[in-house]
């Protein structure tokens, strides 16, 4: 039995591949510390010390040429991040974000804190936790996979093909992005991702996800992440507030088209990736080539580096790809840039298959700083076709061969290339310094690209590199381009989104619960809030304590810092259409008079998510919508931290706020990221105020205060009023016992009816598939080359050429089922034993 695994692990993860390095550039491998070492993550800190972060539980540092054993006993932990303002590094372990610390200076870890666990695990395999990255805020991101393997997955009834099997939701948060602020925070920001081993955060704070093909995947891909949208696998709606697994499980394929946000960016599969890693950018001033500002990923199949670019369209980033290096001694996870400029890769071959063949590897490119290679720089959408601009003056012009295909959007493993055709390429120009081609094709939004320049040569006859570069065209240049400034828009930080966006989703209708349950009377130690705290005589309450809103603002006569706050609020009902969306009974509570909580009716009355009811105002929609219908009374509950300054006005911490709308929690401690419409200015305890707007009418009453609170102390407490149970989720039934005769992985890919059993035909398929891969040369036989196992060539090698036809192939593989097979049943399940 050992014989057969050794066998399976090593005819999947062996190969070598021959290097294609461009001009002016070098490869070195770097050695690793003595001993068991498998690379998952890699970071440089500003000193220049490397560190990585190994699949056996290590962090080790790399400096002046000596390895150092940094922490030890972690979880398989998938990335790591060095916050020189902390002077700590950030892992992702499989089940937390951990904060690690040198609290004594003697170059050994003595602290290990765990930021976050607000996600779940169950120990199914591929339940992988991939980050952190950091925004400018030095707030940490991360993703979570789906499980390989569990009861609640999404078929659609099409056929799964070789290596098919769906991924299944197993645990609070599987397949969503996440944000953690802080300590202890942990806030969802989309779903709809299968296997997001890459995540990468631009140099002006955008999140960007690499996903792998697979059910609901049609390619590999990369994904401009904008908090609240839903980018395609349907398993991780159950967490989703306004979906749950009953939902979830009624809806179709075209119902989640509907609501899935397209890739930023397609990766043809086996052309350009199969497994991509986290990307990075070439902030290096040039000083890794003429690719400043480009985005460069690794794939851990392919074992290459290749490039992308990003541009708007629209208001939505879509761009292309290109090959770049091919030849890593292993497959290509992590990147990390040095201060020198050169690209350090983390490379694993480790259970799954790689072209590179190590096991594992630390290579670093290196440009030579004078070299330019000959190679396609990068492909902008014009309103009539496409520009594309080399990295040298070409010579003799070539037309480019350009086709143009989309994907089918299933539950089957991956899509083939559908409606392929070749377009007719007219009007081409070459720009005066021969860098720049333009011409027109037939434009069809929603069509990936191919555009290739065969043969295409610069002026010294050298010929390009990699020939072909792949656009993304979800969207087509409007005829009119919107004005410079907005249509870029992301002045939210890590959310993707500008202030007042109407393209930001809208969350969901939740039931409120009944005013008795919220109409809270105020407690001992409360202020109520009655005509005397108040410093505005327009607003007056009348003798049942109802309070219209009055003429200018009203604010309080006393100030206020941190608090837990209680009101209520009512709009009058209309059914005059001119009084509708942000006119509709308009107000705000301005905490600390600065920071509004959105006062406005949203019971079907349609207006922009970070402007609804319940909403920090231009920042913060609320989770969901509980709003109540007009004419009957609301209430806000709030918990809130004043924000704390530094002695010279710097923000050290921003306030933050927990809040029920109507008994139902809407934001869970979030931060607040300045007041409204204007960045922090530093200040001390300032009034509660409640806004004047022009609008239907809309009353208050019930309004009370607690002054100085203790929020950290009092905030887990808080969460659980109106019986809120925190971070609830959907639970899917238990998954089934394992098959344990076969790794995980390959499990996942054999069982494609997903029935926790692997027939002989699923078993030989998998295996069969893998002979075009291999097939290097094209001539419908593997050598020992491209086969490097002599034992078992020579065995079903029947006609003693020396090569494996596809018959003799497959031949290998077919006494392997009936020796795994070992109760003799004709399938591979869990009663299996090795």
């Not at 070492?37 to 440089?44: A, D, E, N, P, V």
């Not at 916050?83 to 200076?105: C, F, G, H, M």
Request: charged share 25%; with cysteine; aromatic share 12%.
């Amino acid at each position: 039995m050992k014989a057969f695994l050794f066998l399976l692990f090593s005819l999947l993860t062996s190969s070598q591949l021959i290097a294609q390095i461009p001009a002016g550039y070098r490869l070195e491998t770097v050695e690793l510390p003595k001993g068991a070492i498998t690379l998952l993550g890699l970071c440089h800190k500003p000193d220049g010390t490397l560190a990585i972060v190994s699949w056996e539980g290590e962090v080790w540092e790399h400096k002046e040429g000596v390895w150092t054993k940094f922490a030890e006993n972690l979880m398989e932990p998938n990335g790591i991040y060095y916050d020189a303002k902390e002077a700590a590094y950030y892992v992702a372990q499989k089940p937390e974000l951990t904060r690690l610390i040198d609290s004594n200076n003697d170059g050994i870890c003595d602290r290990y804190e765990c930021v976050t666990d607000g996600f779940g695990i169950t120990g199914e395999y591929h339940e992988y936790h991939y980050g952190p990255v950091v925004d400018s805020l030095g707030r940490k991101y991360a993703s979570l996979n789906l499980a390989a393997r569990g009861a609640f997955t999404v078929p659609d009834g099409k056929p799964q093909g070789v290596g098919g099997g769906n991924m299944a939701y197993t645990a609070p948060w599987r397949g969503w992005v996440y944000r953690s602020d802080r300590a202890g925070h942990f806030q969802p920001l989309a779903s709809g991702f299968r296997s997001p081993c890459g995540i990468g955060m631009s140099p002006d704070d955008q999140l960007f996800i690499t996903d792998n093909q697979g059910d609901w995947v049609a390619d590999c891909c990369l994904y401009h992440v904008r908090e609240g949208n839903f980018y395609g696998h349907p398993a991780s709606l159950v967490a989703h507030p306004g979906y749950g697994k009953e939902k979830v499980q009624s809806m179709t394929a075209a119902d989640f088209a509907k609501i899935r946000t397209l890739p930023a960016v397609w990766f043809p599969r086996e052309v350009i990736c199969n497994s991509p890693g986290s990307p990075v950018w070439d902030t290096t001033g040039g000083k890794f080539g003429p690719f400043q500002g480009q985005m460069f990923i690794g794939d851990q199949t392919q074992s290459n580096f290749f490039r992308c670019g990003v541009e708007t369209v629209n208001g939505d980033l879509q761009g292309w790809c290109v090959d770049f290096l091919r030849g890593t001694s292993s497959g290509t996870v992590k990147l990390s840039f040095d201060a020198e400029g050169r690209l350090w890769s983390s490379q694993v071959g480790r259970g799954w298959y790689s072209k590179g063949g190590k096991r594992t590897a630390l290579q670093y490119a290196e440009w030579d700083g004078e070299t330019t290679p000959f190679a396609l720089h990068s492909a902008s959408l014009t309103k009539t076709g496409f520009s594309v601009e080399f990295t040298e003056r070409i010579g003799r012009k070539i037309t480019p061969v350009v086709k143009s295909y989309h994907y089918h959007y299933y539950s089957t493993y991956g899509s083939p290339r559908v409606d392929e055709v070749e377009l007719e390429v007219t009007n081409y120009q070459l720009s005066q310094d021969r860098q720049t081609v333009t011409f027109d094709v037939p434009l069809t939004a929603g069509k990936v690209y191919s555009i290739q320049f065969p043969e295409q040569k610069n002026t010294e006859s050298k010929l390009l590199d990699f020939d072909t570069i792949y656009y993304t065209a979800n969207q087509l240049r409007p005829a009119k381009e919107p004005k410079k400034g907005r249509n870029v828009g992301w002045d939210l930080v890590g959310s993707s989104w500008y202030r007042n966006d109407g393209r930001r989703p809208i969350p969901p209708v939740a039931k409120p619960l009944p005013e008795a349950d919220f109409a809270l009377p105020a407690p001992e130690a409360a202020t109520e809030l009655d005509a005397s705290q108040w410093s505005n005589e327009n607003w007056v309450i009348d003798s049942d304590g109802v309070m219209p809103r009055g003429k200018g603002n009203n604010s309080t006569k006393q100030a206020y810092g941190n608090a837990r706050i209680h009101l209520e609020f009512r709009f009058d009902p209309s059914d005059d259409p001119k009084w509708t969306g942000q006119l509709y009974g308009n107000s705000g509570v301005f905490l600390m008079s600065g920071y509004e909580l959105q006062v406005v009716n949203s019971y079907q009355n349609p207006t922009i998510a970070d402007g609804m009811c319940g909403a920090i105002y231009g920042q913060h929609p609320p989770r969901v919508n509980a709003s109540r219908q007009p004419g009957e009374w609301q209430a806000y509950d709030i918990l809130m931290k004043a924000p704390i300054f530094a002695d010279d006005g710097t923000v050290e911490e921003p306030m933050r706020a927990t809040i029920f709308h109507n008994g139902i929690l809407i934001h869970d401690d979030v931060w607040i990221y300045g007041e409204v419409g204007k960045a922090y200015r530093k200040h001390g305890k300032r009034p509660l105020m409640i806004q004047d707007h022009k609008g239907t009418g809309v009353s208050f009453r019930n309004l009370w205060i607690i002054d100085d609170v203790d929020y950290d102390q009092e905030l887990d407490a808080f969460r659980s009023n109106f019986g809120n149970v925190p971070n609830s989720f959907v639970v899917s039934e238990p998954a089934p016992d394992p098959i344990t005769v076969l790794p995980d992985h390959m499990v996942q890919a054999m069982d494609t009816n997903v029935d926790n059993q692997i027939t002989k035909a699923e078993f030989l398929a998998f295996w069969t598939a893998q002979f075009g891969p291999s097939d290097e040369n094209e001539d419908g036989l593997l050598d020992l080359g491209e086969f490097p196992h002599e034992g078992a060539l020579k065995g079903a090698d029947k006609n003693g050429d020396g090569k494996l036809s596809r018959e003799e192939h497959r031949g290998v593989y077919e006494p392997q089922f009936d020796g795994l097979d070992s109760d003799k049943d004709g399938v591979l399940t869990p009663k299996d034993k090795k």
